[in-house]
């Protein structure tokens, strides 16, 4: 799916058109890892079907590195595609050589993978924490930097490195979504949190549900067990309501299953907006859920809307 707008305004102002006329081939032995890479995990099965691509195809966008001297470089942009050549076993590969500042390696890296779509929320929020640790930025002069629309997004997405490590860890092994765990910050305390996601990951419930379950727990004092209970009730309670009414006669739409774009569409919604995104197709209609969390997150959304 093609990418428009502020993430590409966002990398052509680091990479100006005129350092990507000088393509040269170099030893892909003499390029070192950005030790900067937001990346966390490569999916060992893609890159060995971009590797079989590479031995079929070549390489057909450069790397992107800058000089370290004696020959070496550090790569700026691309570590997939170094990674897949290595696989494929190639000796040497095209690449744009440029000067950068250790800040502009970072956001060259980080505006790669979120264009193409490629970091975890957890790996994103690193990123972002890190471009704020390091170069003192505020989150306003991050999102301007990375493409995109306003503090709000880069602030929610670093918030969820707030989360307890048990659940940092199943963000970014895809277990929960980034929607699951800003509903779990919700929660007041780590063992509330931790308790919490015990019950999303064993009963699969959806960020609606854990959004349900937080506002019980407040609700209730931070009574994580009877919030808990109470939700299952009513998830019980709604299935052998909706099992009826389906006895009764037969559903005139039914859901269509979402197709990878509409996947991904749902996924880069939630990236931009900081907000659980829930997409449902029938024969008829499409029907899109954005859940807000606060008064400034659906300003932010409105004035989103506004410049559009």
């Known amino acids: 799916m093609t990418k428009k707008g502020g993430l590409y305004r966002g990398l052509n102002a680091l990479l100006p058109p005129d350092t990507q006329s000088g393509v040269k081939d170099i030893p892909i032995n003499n390029i070192r890892q950005n030790p900067r890479q937001p990346r966390m995990l490569f999916d060992e099965t893609a890159l060995e079907e971009l590797a079989i691509s590479i031995r079929e195809h070549g390489i057909i966008q450069p790397l992107i590195v800058s000089e370290m001297g004696e020959g070496l470089y550090e790569l700026i942009a691309g570590e997939r595609r170094w990674r897949a050549s290595r696989k494929a076993q190639l000796t040497h590969v095209p690449v744009i050589i440029r000067e950068t500042t250790p800040q502009e390696l970072l956001e060259l890296a980080l505006i790669e993978n979120v264009q193409r779509a490629d970091l975890n929320p957890l790996e994103e929020a690193q990123a972002y924490q890190n471009l704020k640790d390091d170069f003192n930025l505020t989150d306003s002069e991050i999102a301007q ?9 880069i602030a929610n997405t670093r918030r969820l490195l707030n989360l307890p490590e048990p659940a940092r860890e199943a963000i970014l092994s895809n277990t929960i979504s980034a929607g699951h765990g800003r509903a779990l910050l919700k929660l007041e305390t780590p063992e509330q949190q931790l308790a919490a996601l015990a019950v999303l990951t064993t009963e699969d419930m959806s960020v609606r549900d854990a959004e349900h379950l937080s506002d019980i727990a407040k609700e209730y004092n931070g009574n994580i067990d009877y919030a808990i209970a109470t939700l299952r009730q009513r998830r019980g309670s709604r299935s052998n309501k909706s099992q009826t009414k389906t006895d009764r006669k037969t559903a005139k739409q039914s859901p269509v299953a979402l197709s990878d774009d509409d996947q991904q ?3 880069e919604m939630e990236r931009i907006l900081g907000a659980p995104v829930r997409l449902l197709r029938s024969d008829s209609k499409l029907q899109v859920t954005i859940e807000f969390y606060t008064d ?3 300003q932010a959304f409105f004035d989103l809307i506004g410049n559009a």
């Open 265 to 267: 569409v749902t996924r």
């Open 145 to 153: 930097r990375v493409g995109k629309n306003n503090r709000v997004t």
């Open 296 to 298: 400034e997150q659906l």
